[in-house]
């Protein structure tokens, strides 16, 4: 199975205030690649956010601005290529409104949302917040809400449903964006 697993944190409740990215990539149903970068937004930060990732103004002071970032990963957003996210809703909104924000062409690719495989396929857990389906699957999140730590999570849930559901269980869940 080849995807890339993304997650976006956000200064504020706009959603094209990203200020951290990350991508996972799997390659054969292993992890190949791992990009992380900060995000100087231009619009001020929240202190809600800020409490829930620990991002502050300060830490991306000297971060490039989104344009400067988008040319390193756009090739991960093809027609072809799967890119998953928990809770893709958010994740793809915050790129999609990004991208918008900065008069930049949206991709098209195809998305994968685990937040919903997991409601599906593991209906019996208390909820289905990433750290909550990582415990019940002992999967490790060190840093929850650090886009790296949160990514790679997101991958290893769709590893381990692939694994104990297979592919075809999960088609029914892939998604167009664009």
Partial sequence: MN???LDFETA???????????????RNS????????LIKPDTPFSWRNEQIHGI????????????????HIASFFQRDRLVIAHNATFDNSVLKNTLAHYQIQQPTYLT?????????????LPNHKLNTV???LQIDLEHHHNALDDSLACANILLYQLQQFGPTALKQYVK???
């Fill in 3 to 5: 995807f890339i697993a």
């Fill in 12 to 26: 504020n409740a706009k959603r094209y205030s990203a200020c951290s990215l990350a991508l996972t990539v799997i």
């Fill in 30 to 37: 292993q992890v190949v690649d791992e990009f992380y970068t």
């Fill in 56 to 71: 502050h103004t300060q830490d991306v002071a000297t971060a490039p601005d989104f344009p400067t970032v988008w040319p």
């Fill in 112 to 124: 994968l949302d685990t937040l919903r495989t997991s409601r599906q396929l593991l209906p019996d």
């Fill in 134 to 136: 990582c415990e019940a």
């Fill in 176 to 178: 167009l964006i664009g």
